[in-house]
């Protein structure tokens, strides 16, 4: 079956510093990824995407990185600030458009 | 606000209690879900509904029952519950293609 695990539990970043947060998969079929945020008290947040057929994307100070040869996936946080505290979830998507499998989540804390 | 809202935020409720939680989703989409959230787990998922059918029970117990009479409205109807069924229950609803929306969460609290 699929699974999908980030490598550390937590982070802990200098504000203004750049983060980087990994995520492995096994399923090498899986054609879409997705990075949700989490801050205390709510659900998660879509942060940014990203489809098989591409290596990297753009956003708002994210940027997410796909290696399917080594199965990888991470996202990059440009000039952290506080309110990047929260915990950040990487999916993945195979046949069944309707399902995501969830990694475990990295806590990322960012210092004063 | 991301359009799909759960209430109450939050409950406690004895194991002998019927309660029932509650999703609405303002997005248009046609399907959605519900997850489990327990600390240090990833999230589970329970159930799946398109177009008002459930096209997934992820082995769910049967103290848990589900009810979607249209595509925006979500229940989850608990009754019996044990302690280790407190986590935060969310909801989500997508339009296919893998990008879901979530609510906030229902805190659930057996005692």
């Known amino acids: 079956g699929e699974s999908v695990g980030l490598h550390l539990p937590t982070l802990s970043v200098q504000e203004g510093d750049n983060s980087i947060i990994n995520c492995a998969y096994s399923n090498s079929a899986s054609d879409y990824f997705i990075w949700y945020k989490q801050e205390s008290g709510k659900g998660p947040q879509f942060i940014i995407d990203?489809?098989?057929?591409?290596d990297k994307r753009q956003g708002q100070r994210v940027t997410v990185l796909l290696n399917k040869t080594v199965k990888h996936l991470s996202l990059q946080i440009a000039a952290t600030q506080p309110g990047d505290s929260a915990v950040y979830f990487c999916?993945?998507?195979?046949?069944?458009?309707?399902?995501?499998?969830f990694g475990a989540g990295t806590t990322v804390t960012v210092r004063a | 606000e991301t359009g799909v809202t759960q209430t109450p935020r939050h409950l406690v409720m004895g194991m002998t209690n019927k309660k029932s939680l509650k999703c609405e989703q303002h997005l248009g989409h046609n399907a959605m879900y519900w997850y489990k959230q327990s600390a240090k787990k990833p999230l589970e998922l329970m159930f799946v509904y398109n177009f008002k059918e459930q096209t997934e029970n992820n082995s769910v117990p049967s103290r848990f029952s589900p009810e979607c009479p249209n595509s925006s409205h979500l229940f989850l109807h608990l009754h019996t519950l044990q302690p280790e069924d407190s986590a935060l229950y969310l909801c989500?609803?997508?339009?296919?293609?893998?990008?879901?929306?979530f609510g906030s969460g229902t805190q659930l609290s057996v005692l």
């Open positions: 989500a609803s997508s339009a296919g293609g893998g990008k879901l929306f």
């Open positions: 999916a993945e998507k195979g046949s069944d458009d309707y399902k995501l499998s």
């Open positions: 990203i489809r098989s057929n591409m």
